[in-house]
Structures are given as C-alpha cells and as structure tokens.
C-alpha cells in the first residue's frame, strides 16, 4: 500500500482504537454500560474512524450537533480485519457497495486546523448485519475523550496547535496481511 493510502492508528498487539462522536445520551448510556446499548441503534450502519484528526474535522472537535461527545473505541484486531476483510471500496461498483457489509472509504487526512492533508484516512462502515457482532464481539473498551478534545480544541483555536499535538493520540502506520491491503486500498 502506498504511503497515501495507509491506515494510522493507536494499536497494540490485540486490539486498535477506532473514534466516534455520538450526541450525549448515546455517549453516556454506552459509558454506562461498558458497551453499547440504546440508544445506539442497532438497525443502521456505524463509521468507524481510526483517524482522531480526521474525527475531530468531522464532528468540528466535538461541537457539531449530535456530535458533541467522542469516545474511543478499543476493538480487538480479529475484528477490525474481519471487518476490512468483508469490505467494498464505496468507489466500487454501485450494486457490489449495496450488497456489502462492511464500506470502506478514503478521506483526506486532516491538520488539527482542520487542512486537508496530501495521504487519506481510512473510514469503515460497519452495516446492520454486523452490528451486534462489533458491539459485543469486537468492543473491548469505550472510553471518553471528550475532556481531552474540548482542550485540544481550545488549543487550536488559541493558536497553540503545537500543545494540542500532546493531546493527540499516537497513531502510527498499521501493519495489514497483504490480502487485505490489497482488498481495501486504492491505488494512489
């Protein structure tokens, strides 16, 4: 896979952490309960967005309507590469994508300030049929960085994005089987 399109993560040797932003009664009831409960819905595709910064363009640092709460979620590897492993590119053609049950999407990585970057940023869209399986299989831990992405923020905006970067997770390049690779990336 090319430099451009390659997945960056916080990962360790089981698990990987995946972002998302939820309005507060999602947040707090998943927070709750240690995993995901309703609200959440069950019946619709989830993004999943190994990317903090592309998360934090996204969801415009935790300040957009219904998005106001992020929590990283630690799924296990096993999972996040079955997931990939069921992929369809979106770019793909129209009925594989409708069939599919899991998407795959590349956006353009973003700075804290939110310009766009010169590689992409992996999102996984994990469908209805595979829901219950990510919630209660592949979700090991939820924890909110809401805290930490309202300072950061503050950070950015005051024009100190150098100490916000210590706010950030560490995410680096993350090592897919090659069949995978191939499944999910784009030529660049």
Not at 148 to 177: F, I, T
Not at 178 to 183: F, I, Q, R, S
């Amino acid at each position: 896979m090319g430099m451009q399109y390659r997945i960056r993560a916080d990962f360790d040797a089981q698990t990987i952490v995946v972002y998302q932003a939820y309005p507060p009664a999602i947040a707090d009831a998943a927070l709750r309960a240690g995993r995901f409960t309703a609200p959440f819905s069950f019946r619709r595709m989830t993004w999943v967005k190994p990317s903090f910064l592309w998360l934090m363009h996204r969801s415009n640092w935790a300040r957009k309507p219904g998005q106001e709460r992020v929590l990283a979620v630690r799924m296990t590897r096993a999972g996040w590469e079955e997931a990939l492993a069921r992929a369809v590119l979106t770019t793909a053609d129209p009925a594989a994508v409708a069939g599919a049950a899991v998407h795959v999407q590349w956006d353009p990585e973003r700075s804290p300030r939110g310009a766009a970057l010169n590689h992409y940023s992996i999102q996984v869209g994990i469908g209805r049929h595979l829901i219950r399986t990510f919630a209660d299989d592949w979700v090991v831990g939820l924890t909110d960085l809401t805290p930490r992405v309202r300072k950061a923020a503050a950070l950015v905006q005051g024009g100190h994005a150098a100490k916000a970067q210590r706010l950030l997770p560490a995410e680096r390049p993350y090592p897919l089987p090659p069949a995978l690779e191939a499944a999910v990336c784009r030529s660049g």
